[in-house]
């Protein structure tokens, strides 16, 4: 994808990245979230985590196609080194590039911050399902994470028990005195 543009997303990307994020909600096990937020409530969640971490959108011929951002991992200083990572691309244009390289400027981005750890919490169906496949967890080892963990049936949506997994992604080596976290 040489004509993808990979920007810091504002809170007026709102509307867009919820048009891609809706149908996840409605459709899909891939997030338990179970009501589509309003427009507002996803423009205080850039808002948000722009604060302390990036938020990534990839445009392509003029529209936001998706949208990848770092959150905290757990609220205490210890974890500071430690992120949890997201992406979301229109369900139309999977499988084309576009989260790969939402990934991999994230990475750069949080590299840049001295964040050493990456985490990735996933839903993971039992079998393969019409909401929920194993395509993330598969997404996640292509990019280099690794599976750290599962927490089994504690996901419930669409009349169906998920597990969810952790996957782990180091972007560094863990010094004996890190860097401060800009």
């Known amino acids: 994808m040489n004509n993808i543009i990979i920007r810091e997303a504002v809170p007026d990307d709102a509307e867009a990245l919820l048009k891609i994020y809706a149908?996840?909600?409605?459709?899909?096990?891939?997030?338990?979230?179970?009501?589509?937020?309003?427009?507002?409530?996803?423009?205080?969640?850039?808002?948000?985590?722009?604060?302390?971490?990036?938020?990534?959108?990839?445009?392509?011929?003029?529209?936001?196609?998706?949208?990848?951002?770092?959150?905290?991992?757990?609220?205490?200083?210890a974890y500071d080194y430690s992120v949890e990572t997201t992406v979301y691309v229109d369900k139309n244009r999977k499988k084309s590039g576009i989260g790969k390289a939402l990934y991999l400027a994230l990475e750069k981005a949080l590299a840049a911050k001295n964040i050493i750890n990456l985490y990735a919490c996933i839903?993971?169906?039992?079998?393969n399902d019409n909401y929920l496949t194993k395509n993330s967890v598969e997404f996640h080892e292509h990019l280099g994470y690794t599976l750290v963990g599962r927490f089994h049936k504690c996901g419930y949506k669409f009349v169906n028990w998920y597990d969810m997994v952790w996957m782990e992604k180091l972007l560094a080596p863990h010094p004996v005195t890190p860097l401060p976290i800009k």
């Not at 996803?42 to 196609?65: G, H, Q, S, W």
């Not at 839903?123 to 079998?127: C, I, L, R």
């Open 23 to 77: 149908p996840y909600v409605r459709e899909t096990a891939i997030t338990f979230e179970y009501d589509v937020p309003t427009v507002s409530e996803f423009k205080n969640r850039i808002t948000k985590t722009l604060k302390k971490y990036p938020y990534l959108v990839a445009v392509l011929d003029n529209e936001i196609v998706g949208y990848a951002y770092a959150g905290t991992f757990k609220d205490r200083a």
């Open 123 to 127: 839903a993971y169906p039992e079998k």
